[in-house]
């Protein structure tokens, strides 16, 4: 596996080592030794092991985010597209951080098997981009809902460039839709 930094310290993107040949693919989606090795040979900070394993799946236009959770239940998340596509965010919402409601975005794909790292203190969203997207995360906490935050997927202090879907507004959910902006947001 090969870890990228992005222009915001501590989200990373994973780039898992595929073998392929006629018959078709292999590649380790997750091995924790390796997972752990990688990160400290970048010198980066030891997350908590994975607890809880989500999927979800979504039709194009579909936005589900920017959501995060705040201690004692934060988690860091490490998220793929097994189907489809979507378009990854991570916002950084920990407040003194000099990249405070800073983003960065990257497609992951079925095709591009990448993964993307989201440590705690960042909320994190997607935009299927495709019919039948199927997202998967593993979290290093479990969900509680008296943790759960979001934050204004249009907010334009963040002012995050969503690519286009061919719809005039994603599909929210009625929590999304209603977020509170960035200023706004409980303290992380």
């Not at 501590?10 to 997972?35: H, Q, T």
């Not at 990688?38 to 920017?66: I, K, M, T």
């Not at 959770?69 to 000099?98: C, M, N, Y």
Request: hydrophobic share 40%; aromatic share 10%; with cysteine.
């Amino acid at each position: 596996m090969k870890l990228v930094k992005t222009p915001l310290p501590g989200v990373l993107i994973v780039e898992p080592a595929v073998y392929g040949d006629e018959r078709g693919w292999f590649m380790e989606s997750f091995n924790e030794p390796r997972w752990r090795q990688a990160l400290e040979e970048l010198g980066e900070p030891q997350p908590r092991p994975f607890v809880q394993d989500n999927h979800s799946c979504s039709r194009a236009g579909v936005l589900r985010g920017l959501h995060y959770q705040l201690p004692p239940h934060a988690q860091g998340k490490l998220v793929r597209v097994v189907r489809g596509r979507a378009f990854d965010v991570a916002v950084d919402i920990r407040r003194g951080s000099e990249h405070f409601g800073k983003w960065f975005g990257v497609e992951l794909t079925a095709e591009n098997k990448r993964q993307l790292w989201i440590p705690e203190g960042f909320a994190h969203g997607f935009l299927a981009l495709e019919d039948d997207t199927h997202f998967l995360y593993k979290t290093t906490d479990v969900y509680a809902k008296g943790c759960e935050g979001a934050v204004r997927w249009d907010d334009p202090a963040i002012g995050i460039k969503w690519p286009p879907t061919g719809a005039a507004e994603p599909s929210l959910a009625p929590r999304d839709a209603m977020a509170p902006a960035l200023e706004s947001l409980r303290a992380c």
